[in-house]
C-alpha cells in the first residue's frame, strides 16, 4: 500500500474502533437507566468508561519491570540506526506502541521529505557544478 492508502485504513479502523466504543457506552447507560435513573445511569456508564482504562493504564505504570538485558550496540551510527534500534528495543516488551511509533516516524518522513519544485531541483544541480 502507498503512504496515504495506508494512512486512511488506519484512520478507517481508528474511526471503528472508537465507533464501537460508543455504542458500547450506549449500551451500557440503556441498562443501567431502569435501575439508576437517567442521570445516576449516565454517571455509572462514564465512571466505568474512564476509570476502567485508567486503571488498567495504572497498574501497568507500577508493574515491577522484568530486568532487560543490554543489547550490543549496534555497528553503524546515524539517524536510521538510532531509529531501528529504539524501535526494536520498544518491539520487545511493548509491540502495539512500536508499530504506532513506526507509523508516526513514517508519517513525519513523508511530511518532511524535500518537496521543491523540479525547477529548484534542476537549479541545485546545476549551482553544484
Known amino acids: ?3 496515504g492508502s495506508s494512512a486512511v485504513v488506519l484512520l478507517f479502523g481508528a474511526c471503528l474502533i472508537l465507533t464501537g466504543l460508543v455504542f458500547g457506552g450506549y449500551a451500557l447507560l440503556l441498562a443501567l437507566t ?3 435513573g437517567a442521570i445516576g445511569a449516565a454517571a455509572a456508564t462514564s465512571g466505568a468508561m474512564l476509570f476502567l482504562p485508567l486503571a488498567f493504564l495504572l497498574w501497568g505504570a507500577l508493574r515491577k519491570p522484568k530486568p532487560v ?5 549496534a ?3 546515524g539517524p536510521d540506526a538510532a531509529t531501528v534500534a529504539a524501535l526494536a ?3 520487545k516488551d511493548q509491540p502495539v506502541l512500536a508499530v504506532l511509533g513506526a ?5 513525519a518522513g513523508m511530511f518532511l521529505r524535500d518537496r521543491a519544485a523540479p525547477s529548484l531541483q534542476r537549479r541545485r544541480e546545476t549551482a553544484g557544478r
Request: a positive charge.
Open 75 to 77: 555497528a553503524s551510527f
Open 89 to 91: 528495543r520498544v518491539a
Open 103 to 107: 507509523g508516526l516516524i513514517g508519517a
Open 1 to 3: 500500500m502507498r503512504g
Open 34 to 36: 431502569p435501575s439508576l
Open 69 to 73: 538485558e543490554r543489547a550490543a550496540p
